[in-house]
């Protein structure tokens, strides 16, 4: 076993992509450092190496909130029909359930590292790989599970979804092929509904608020992320009330009356733990 440092804090994002240059096996999983692995992991992990070993991406099945449930496996053999065929775009960024094939991505890599500000480099080097190989290449949907549910259960330690909103709203105008990119900002809306929910998102706008963070910044990063995240859903109701909602922002008597809501939101209705109601 090596063990190598960073002279620098790369970040998370560069970090993922650093591992995946360090490794000297053909395949590599990248573990976060709150994630523990279930006790057969490593067999289910060659046991798909078996089953699958062309592939260039195999991604597992943790059942987290807006995560699907699989119940077989799924595998693709073409970009498109991989984009198409997305289940969940959460499980296929949840970093310890990728598995990649570092041979077959090494020249989507650089695009990876260049992208890196998506929160997803591990997606955009397989997307890359993929392009540059004529949109053709092996992606296999796992159904088994490798990690452990409880150890990701802890929110004192998990970031605000701020940057991971900002990430995708860049990921989601890709420069790719429109045939493309149709199908990707599709997957990138689903994230939506229980992951990176525009209540919470907003409700984190309102916390730096309250926090002392300036008015003018968060007024434009609300503004950043409804334009190129939470504006590609369309619906015309959510639209209008975002829009009130940034409004509420700008002004200095509005903001008071929504830190009220938001208070007695955050004790009734959200399930928070006492110290993020403290932190809010």
């Not at 096996?25 to 289910?44: C, Q, R, T, Y």
């Not at 991604?59 to 799924?74: A, D, M």
């Not at 989507?108 to 997307?127: D, H």
Request: aromatic share 12%; net charge positive; hydrophobic share 45%.
């Amino acid at each position: 076993m090596k063990f190598y440092r960073n002279k620098i804090n790369v970040g998370g994002n560069a970090n993922i992509l650093r591992v995946i240059e360090y490794a000297s096996a053909d395949f590599v999983l990248v573990l976060g450092d709150d994630d523990h692995v279930l006790p057969n992991s490593i067999e289910k992990i060659l046991t798909q190496l078996e089953m699958y070993p062309d592939a260039l991406f195999i991604n597992f099945n943790t059942p987290l909130p807006g995560h699907t449930v699989r119940t077989k496996v799924v595998v693709y053999e073409e970009l498109l029909s991989f984009l198409k065929g997305i289940d969940s775009f959460g499980q296929i960024m949840f970093i310890s359930d990728g598995l990649y094939n570092i041979k077959k991505i090494e020249e989507g890599i650089r695009f990876g590292t260049f992208y890196q500000n998506t929160c997803a480099p591990g997606f955009v080097s397989i997307l890359y790989a993929m392009l540059l190989n004529n949109g053709v290449g092996q992606i296999v949907l796992s159904n088994e599970r490798i990690i452990d549910l409880a150890s990701t259960a802890d929110t004192k330690t998990q970031m605000s979804i701020i940057p991971v909103v900002e990430g995708l709203g860049y990921l989601a105008h890709l420069n790719v092929d429109a045939k493309y990119l149709k199908y990707l900002q599709q997957s990138i809306v689903s994230t939506q509904k229980d992951w990176l929910t525009y209540q919470g998102a907003f409700r984190s706008l309102v916390c730096d608020l309250h926090n002392g963070v300036d008015r003018k910044k968060v007024f434009l990063m609300h503004y950043k992320i409804l334009k190129e995240y939470y504006f590609l859903d369309r619906s015309y109701m959510k639209f209008i009330l975002r829009f009130l909602l940034s409004l509420s922002l700008f002004s200095k008597v509005l903001t008071k009356c929504l830190l009220m809501i938001a208070g007695i939101m955050l004790k009734r209705k959200f399930s928070l733990s006492d110290d993020e109601k403290n932190y809010c």
